[in-house]
């Protein structure tokens, strides 16, 4: 990827980055792809906005309502009338009410959004007015190039696959502005003679670690309880396996985060889904949440087990 900072209009907005973020570029070099993954990070996204609205889009991040939110990304193209005139205007209005919004600029060789254009078969919002699919490519670069100028990040697409250009999204925003990590963890437990969760991505068997239900005194309690905790992982063969597991998982969800994977659903089973899946899901929650994944339990058989 070739990214080109302006160091001036950077230095303005290093500090709102995470508030105001506008894309654009030509028509093809991923766009959406890279709204998409904007709006994996938690930012509130709006594509194909007019640029005279982006003004009041931009003030919106200011209401409690939208708190919740790192901030907002707004996606402009050429599919409006006088998009160039009307974004410098925009840009201008918004300098003077000391708004500075990060400007990123995407595009990609001639020849590469030929291919995707082609791949595709949807046609280049230009050709609506009756030009053929490389003038439209010519006449867009052209009459872009001082957006392109002003550009706080120029990413150049060419030699990236839809999973590259989110990486590259995810390492420079995830990792500038949070200390979690752009992988969601979705963890459930389960009990096998309920059925497995069709939305597992990775099944984990526990029917081989000890189980509570067969000690009278642990039989009404779940696994939340403390006294089922300990009585399962008191286990010698147990805590290898708790070990070996989130050892595994360690070493799976940064791999899967490097590949632009950004949500996972790891399911672990019992057979009824009360004792042994339940403890050991409380347990992965409290590693992942120690190690900074944004992690989610769903405990969901526990009430039939």
């Not at 939110?69 to 707004?74: S, T």
């Not at 990040?153 to 949070?178: C, F, M, N, P």
Request: charge should be positive.
């Amino acid at each position: 990827m070739k990214t080109l900072v302006k160091s001036s209009r950077r230095d303005q907005t290093e500090g709102c980055a995470a508030k105001v973020c506008i894309v654009t570029g030509l028509s093809g070099a991923g766009k959406s792809t890279a709204l998409q993954v904007f709006e994996d990070l938690n930012y509130f996204v709006v594509d194909g906005l007019p640029a005279i609205l982006t003004l009041e889009m931009a003030n919106l991040i200011e209401l409690h309502s939208m708190s919740h939110f790192k901030g907002i990304a707004l996606g402009m193209d050429m599919r409006q009338a006088n998009f160039p005139d009307e974004i410098n205007e925009t840009l201008n209005a918004m300098s003077r009410k000391g708004i500075r919004p990060l400007l990123i600029f995407l595009e990609a060789k001639p020849q590469e959004l030929f291919r995707r254009y082609a791949t595709t078969r949807r046609p280049h919002p230009l050709e609506r007015e009756g030009m053929c699919l490389e003038a439209a490519l010519t006449a867009e670069r052209e009459s872009l190039v001082p957006l392109r100028e002003m550009a706080d990040i120029v990413i150049d697409t060419s030699r990236y696959s839809i999973h590259d250009l989110r990486r590259a999204i995810q390492k420079r925003w995830s990792g500038s502005h949070s200390k979690l990590r752009s992988i969601r963890v979705n963890l459930i437990s389960f009990g096998f003679k309920y059925g497995v969760p069709r939305e597992a991505d990775t099944v984990f068997d526990l029917r081989f670690l000890p189980n509570p239900y067969f000690v009278e005194e642990l039989r009404p309690l779940s696994g939340k309880d403390q006294a089922v905790a300990d009585y399962i992982f008191a286990s010698p063969k147990t805590a290898e396996f708790r070990s070996r597991l989130i050892g595994l998982l360690c070493c799976m969800l940064p791999l899967m985060e490097s590949e632009g994977r950004y949500r996972v659903a790891v399911a672990v089973g019992c057979t009824g889904g009360r004792h042994r899946s339940v403890a050991v899901a409380e347990e992965i929650l409290q590693v992942l949440r120690q190690s900074d994944y944004p992690v989610s339990l769903e405990h969901r058989h526990l009430e039939l087990g």
